[in-house]
């Protein structure tokens, strides 16, 4: 089974509540989702591969560690994924990016895929896929799906809020990704929202409603 972590570093629990609050507007919203992926960022990457490499500093030569160059690819979950990629980017600038667009039917909650383009050597790639919120669970599940049916094999999972329900199945349909969360709520709601949630994150960050 994969890990299942909540980040909950003080100012990863702050600036949830920000965005967590009905009031704050886009542009608030927007800034703050990219400043969380940042943090979350810097705790997911902390297995990354290192390797011995030579360097001369003014005083002597000596040998310490740089990134041992594993390739990574961050897939985003269009559209609210989008708002977590920047903030990834800041951490590792050289990832290449994949997407797949998704959206939940309103009425049976399943998710419709609309748009693929991975990077052509996905197969190679340690991949982060980012999506804010984990509800049902089955946008996750079908992008991983996707992904597996492109050759990809190493994932992990980031979102903000994850639903009990969801981290479930997840781990049920893909037991060995990593599942990285900054904060488990409570429930799902009779309409496949998260309590208490932040509402519907895509409408949230781009401003369609
Ligand atoms: O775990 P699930 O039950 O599948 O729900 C989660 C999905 O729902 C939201 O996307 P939405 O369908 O609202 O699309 P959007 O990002 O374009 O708004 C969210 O960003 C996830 O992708
Ligand atoms: O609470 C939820 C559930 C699914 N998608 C969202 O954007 N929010
Ligand atoms: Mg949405």
Excluded at 85 to 92: E, M, S
């Amino acid at each position: 089974m994969g890990k299942f972590e909540v980040l909950d570093h003080p100012l990863i629990q702050h600036k949830l509540t920000i965005i967590r609050n009905r009031d704050t507007g886009t542009k608030v919203f927007r800034e703050v989702v990219n400043e969380i992926s940042t943090l979350m960022a810097y705790e997911v990457s902390r297995d990354m591969p290192l390797e011995d490499v030579e360097v001369t500093t003014p005083i002597e030569k000596t040998v310490k560690k740089q990134l041992a160059g594993k390739k990574v690819a961050i897939v985003p979950i269009l559209r609210a994924g989008l708002g977590m990629v920047d903030g990834f980017l800041n951490l590792i600038p050289a990832a290449k990016v994949g997407h797949i667009g998704m959206y939940r039917d309103e009425e049976s909650l399943q998710p419709v895929e609309y748009f693929v383009k991975m990077p052509a050597d996905i197969d190679q790639r340690q991949i982060f896929v980012v999506d804010p919120m984990l509800a049902t669970g089955g946008s996750a599940i079908m992008a991983i799906d996707a992904l597996k049916q492109r050759g990809a094999h190493s994932f992990k999972f980031m979102c903000l809020v994850a639903a009990p329900e969801g981290v479930k199945a997840l781990q049920k349909a893909h037991p060995e990704v990593d599942i990285y969360t900054a904060a488990l709520d409570e429930k799902l709601n009779e309409d496949g929202y998260i309590m208490p949630g932040l509402g519907d994150a895509g409408d949230r960050l781009f401003g369609t409603k």
